[in-house]
């Protein structure tokens, strides 16, 4: 079968706008509120709720959304059938990055699963900011049961002033247990990777890819899964800032509507249940 999980990483775009003074850069509470809610309204309409939104936390930003109302929206989310989950970004876009830093990758990490579970909230996945993953991080993610990490894009090889950020190259491109030794290699962890969904080089990554392109992408993956008769198990990406006027809105539900005709939309308590019937 050709199963695809549904994700939304929690940024807006002044986030990363270097240009602007410092305090048009931070989020504002009403306006990241809509945004968030209509993330829910269109998971409700086209995906039974199956939405995993992944709550932002970075220097910037540390716990604006672990505090109200943003609290009730991830308890919305969970109790209509998605899920939450983790996205650092442990980073001063296009001048620091400190994901290297697994210390310091630990601290936040393990604060923010902290905050959730005493919220009554448990996440079970993580997705770097950038897309950024290293070896030492598999480990700090078994520690905080974050079982299943979102940040393969398969090939992908980000480089910023000589800088290597992300690299994914060579990576599988459906469902795989991360090895502790090279996490672009399946191995014997505790943490599953579930990289974005490509082929002929585009991705189920809404912002870079058409509704055309999005379909050819879905035939493929479908076609493979048939072939060989085994699971394509894929994610598909977007953000908060593309959910602002009805006609991103729209352009998102066509784009679900048109993935909807290929392959089957599942949550994360669906994923470990199809991982422990292989
Ligand atoms: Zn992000």
């Known amino acids: 079968m050709f199963y695809l999980v549904f994700t939304v990483d929690g940024d807006w775009k002044e986030y990363f706008n270097i240009n602007l003074p410092e305090e048009e850069r931070l989020p504002e509470k009403e306006f990241m509120q809509k945004l968030i809610e209509q993330e829910i309204e269109v998971a409700d309409r086209l995906l039974d709720g199956k939405l995993l939104h992944f709550i932002h936390a970075s220097p910037r930003v540390r716990d604006f959304f672990l505090k109200e109302p943003f609290l009730g929206l991830w308890k919305r989310i969970v109790e209509g059938r998605g899920d939450i989950g983790v996205h650092c970004h442990e980073d001063d876009p296009y001048k620091e990055y400190y994901f290297r830093d697994t210390e310091r990758m630990k601290e936040v990490i393990s604060q923010q699963v902290k905050v959730l579970n ?37 090939d992908r090889y980000l480089v910023q002033e000589d800088k290597v950020l992300s690299d994914w190259r060579g990576a599988p491109k459906s469902l795989y247990r991360l090895s502790y030794e090279d996490y672009k290699k399946p191995g014997g962890s505790r943490v599953f990777e579930v990289p974005v969904g ?51 809105i729209e352009n998102i539900s066509d784009k679900i509507s048109v993935l909807k005709e290929f392959g089957r939309f599942i949550n994360i308590k669906e994923l470990s249940e199809i991982i422990n019937k292989q």
């Open 198 to 248: 490509v082929a002929k080089g585009k991705y189920l990554y809404f912002e870079k890819s058409g509704v055309k392109e999005l379909e050819e992408i879905a035939l493929v993956l479908k076609e493979e899964s048939e072939k060989e008769s085994k699971d394509v198990i894929v994610s598909v990406l977007t953000h908060s800032y593309e959910y602002k006027t009805t006609g991103e």
């Open 118 to 154: 005493q919220n009554g909230l448990n996440p079970r996945s993580y997705r770097g900011g950038w897309l950024i993953f290293s070896n030492e991080l598999t480990p700090v993610l078994e520690e905080n049961g974050l079982e299943f990490d979102f940040s393969c894009e398969p």
